[in-house]
């Protein structure tokens, strides 16, 4: 992975046909997918449960982009090299999932994988000053993690302007996690924000029958999100 702060788009498999992983990865990465995230759900930390390790394992080679994992979990440190060894290219963990986040990122980038970390709605960026050199990725939770198809929760959009100051010149990205449209992405981007995961937003009206919706669904929200950073 090479950095720069260009719009990725992102699509989260948690709105995907489940029973067709295959096919849809390489049906979004086919339609400009530039990242496939997984989002990984334990039913402690979040209330529902989906991935674990022999599913990204099974559908790693499918992957063609970057594997970014998404770490709903608590505790997290006994499953990063479970992760890491499926083939992520990104794990995330959250802050508020442990007390001793530094560990986890230092884990994370031992496994040889980009450390990120994810933030709530509710989390302020006041604990994340003495992490920022163990940090590849900040993602902005712009809802409450656990379902997908929520609304946005504008609020954040404040914190993702306070975010990128913070970051200054570091070779950090920023992940906007949640309620990512066509109409909601340019205002993040416009932040600072530079990959956004959209769920039901890019899967809506397509299948691997009709890949091409899901490649003008992309195209949508990156135009939109592209052009707000443009002017910036």
Partial sequence: MTFDRSIKIAPS?????????????????DQGADWVHVDVMD??????LTFGPPLCKAIRPHIKTVMDVHLMISPVDAYIDAYADA????????????????????AIRGAGCKA??????????????????????ICVMTVNPGFG???????QIDKVR???????????????DGGMTPETAPLMAAAGADVLVAGSAVFKGGSVSQPDVYGQNI??????????????
């Fill in 13 to 29: 498999i948690l709105s995907a046909d489940f029973a067709n992983f295959g096919q849809e990865i390489r049906a979004i990465e």
């Fill in 43 to 48: 039913g402690h930390f979040v209330p529902n």
């Fill in 87 to 106: 083939g992520a290219d990104v794990i995330t963990a959250h802050l508020e999932a442990g007390p001793h986040i530094h560990r986890t990122l230092q």
């Fill in 116 to 137: 990120g970390l994810a933030l709530n709605p509710g989390t302020g960026l006041d604990q994340i000053e003495y992490l920022m050199d163990q940090l590849d990725l």
């Fill in 149 to 155: 198809g929520q609304k946005f929760i504008a609020s």
């Fill in 162 to 176: 306070k975010l990128r100051a913070m970051i200054g010149d570091r070779e950090i990205h920023i992940e906007i």
């Fill in 219 to 232: 195209a949508a929200i990156r135009k939109a999100a592209q052009d707000a950073q443009d002017a910036q």
